[in-house]
């Protein structure tokens, strides 16, 4: 009897964790992996993240239309895992002070601006919101419109003005643009 009882709990064990490891790759083929970085002069910024796709659905918009990010709720930047930036000098983050480090970022959006959360609270699965007290600070950034919608999520980093950086972000019809600035005074 024992020993039936061993097997069936062994074949259990067994499909769980083939459940487990294909549900796994299967989120990670959804939303693969991103990874955007910069290196101009001395400073070094690096964004890690997941990019999902629209895919026909109403991505931007009031839960009462179906919006996968429905305005006013938390987003964490991206899928699976937090978005993660890691700066390596004192920098400004749209003109917030931010020291050396790595964070997430999450957003809050709303149809003209997004609060952006800088959170010193690191690798959780993004699904569930972090910690607030750990909020470095948040700051509003207003909503642009690329060119041309954009399929899948990008996070793009480029040279700034005084050897700074700007972050895009950019997603179906909304395009984030954050400004990161060299402040010798910090």
């Known amino acids: ?55 026909g659905r109403l991505i931007f918009g009031s839960e009462k239309d179906g919006a996968l990010q429905p305005y006013g709720s938390y987003w964490r930047l991206g899928a699976n895992e937090a978005t993660e930036i890691t700066v390596n000098k004192d920098v400004t983050f749209n003109g917030m002070p931010l020291k050396a480090g790595t964070y997430s970022l999450y957003a809050i959006p709303d149809p003209d601006s997004f609060q952006i959360g800088v959170n010193t609270e690191l690798g959780y699965w993004g699904a569930w919101e972090p910690d607030y007290g750990k909020n470095v600070f948040v700051t509003e950034v207003p909503v642009t419109r690329p060119v041309v919608p954009v399929e899948q999520f990008t996070i793009r980093i480029e040279e700034g003005q005084e050897n700074g950086a700007i972050i895009y972000f950019e997603w179906s019809n909304v395009q984030l643009i954050i400004p990161i600035g060299v402040d010798p005074d910090l």
């Not at 009897?1 to 790759?25: C, R």
């Not at 992996?33 to 910024?45: A, I, K, Q, R, T």
Request: glycine share 4%; net charge positive.
């Open 1 to 55: 009897m024992l020993k039936k009882v061993l097997i069936v709990l062994g074949i259990l064990v067994l499909v769980l964790t083939l459940f487990y490891i294909y549900a796994n790759h299967r989120n990670r083929t959804l939303s693969p992996p991103g990874f955007s970085e910069l290196d101009v002069n001395e400073l070094h910024v690096e964004i890690s993240y997941n990019r999902p796709s629209v895919k």
